[in-house]
Nanobody, 117 residues
């Protein structure tokens, strides 16, 4: 079964940095490599939202709310996607998930990021 597994979430103070990771288990390289991958997040009481995407050639796009602060990257050999988050704000608090751009994979457990003011 193809399953994203997220890790790296933590409690940090506003202005701090954090790097979260996602490894997609059960996927073969020839399927993962061409896939545009994405990070999503869900804040308490809110809908899940798209944070960033990265294509097979590592072209990236970001939500306006994180542009200039977050950086998405990928390691195809490890079938992994990463999100470096700098200058964190309390409004960045939420559960972070990775998936394909079109949400075509199963959802993982996510990883909790909490930013204190």
């Amino acid at each position: 079964q193809v399953q994203p597994v997220e890790s790296g979430g933590d409690l940090v103070q506003a202005g701090g940095s954090l790097r979260v990771a996602c490894r997609v288990r059960g996927i073969i390289t020839s399927v993962f490599n061409p896939k545009t991958m994405a990070w999503f997040r869900q804040a308490p009481g809110k809908q899940r939202e798209l944070v960033a995407t990265i294509t097979r050639t590592s072209s990236t796009n970001y939500a306006d709310s994180v542009k200039g602060r977050f950086t998405i990257s990928r390691d195809n050999a490890r079938k992994s996607v990463f999100l470096q988050m700098n200058s964190l704000k309390p409004e960045d608090t939420g559960v972070y998930y990775c998936n394909g751009e079109n949400q075509e994979l199963s959802w993982g457990q996510g990883t909790q990021v909490t930013v204190s003011s």
